[in-house]
């Protein structure tokens, strides 16, 4: 499957004229080129930018819900079990292993409905799996086989990346943001009267990863109908910031 990267990026620029008074900088008397590995810099620019690399998903998780009402918590708690098992077979008869079927949430409580009424008790249940599919053109499958094994609820669907997947696309997002630091770098050397020598320090820090999430509105509808459930499909973001200390002379 082919991969596309895109750029955007946020800049916040920052020049450090270490020993001068302004922008423009005095003459110090350090020589011309940068400074060797441990000295102090005479003038520096330094600039935080962001760069951003999107892909397709190749990873997808699902959150499914099983519940149970009942007049007695035993009886629910059994209803779930049964479920559980019905669940559990039907998605690794699929093709899932016990290792993408995860719980995420299990409950079991009086229901608010009855809370207040001495005479009628109810309690309500609720077993959630998080599940994880490899095969995201197979995730609206995943979800028929979930819901036609006695899942009741779609809470949540989103589109991600593989661990291997993620680097690849951070390293892509890294060059963008070390290509943008650069070009701003040149162009406050440039406004500043100065000439950039090298970079003195980087840093980084991960903004984070945005996965595709579908809306609830889609979820919800999810499972619905005689028809196969088709889940639509969108790039994952990952955006990483870095901090460039450049070393600068006098133009």
Not at 152 to 167: A, H, K, N, P
Request: aromatic share 4%; net charge negative.
């Amino acid at each position: 499957m082919d991969r596309k990267l895109a750029t955007a990026a946020g800049l916040a620029l920052l020049v450090a004229l270490a020993g001068c008074a302004g922008l423009a900088g005095t003459t110090g008397d350090g020589g011309p080129g940068a400074n060797a590995p441990g000295e102090a810099l005479d003038r520096s620019i330094e600039v935080t930018a962001t760069g951003e690399a999107t892909a397709e998903p190749d990873r997808a998780t699902l959150v499914v819900a099983v519940t149970a009402t009942g007049d007695d918590s035993a009886a629910v708690r059994d209803e779930l079990s049964a479920a559980d098992e019905s669940l559990r077979a039907a998605l690794t008869d699929w093709g899932l292993t016990e290792d993408d079927i995860r719980t995420e949430r299990y409950d079991v409580r009086e229901s608010f409905e009855t809370r207040d009424d001495p005479n009628r008790t109810t309690y309500r249940g609720v077993h959630s799996y998080e599940l994880t599919v490899d095969d995201v053109a197979a995730v609206g499958e995943v979800v028929d086989v979930a819901i036609g094994a006695g899942a009741d609820e779609v809470e949540r669907i989103e589109f991600g990346l593989s661990e291997e997947r993620e680097s690849e696309v951070r390293a892509a997002a890294i060059e963008n943001a070390m290509a943008n630091a650069d070009a701003d770098a040149a162009v406050l050397a440039n406004s500043s009267g100065l000439e950039v020598t090298g970079a003195y320090s980087v840093s980084t820090a991960d903004a984070g990863v945005t996965p595709y999430r579908v809306a609830e509105a889609a979820t919800a509808d999810a499972g619905g109908g005689d028809a196969a459930t088709g889940i639509e499909t969108g790039d994952v973001s990952v955006r990483v910031s870095v901090n460039v200390v450049y070393g600068a002379e006098q133009a």
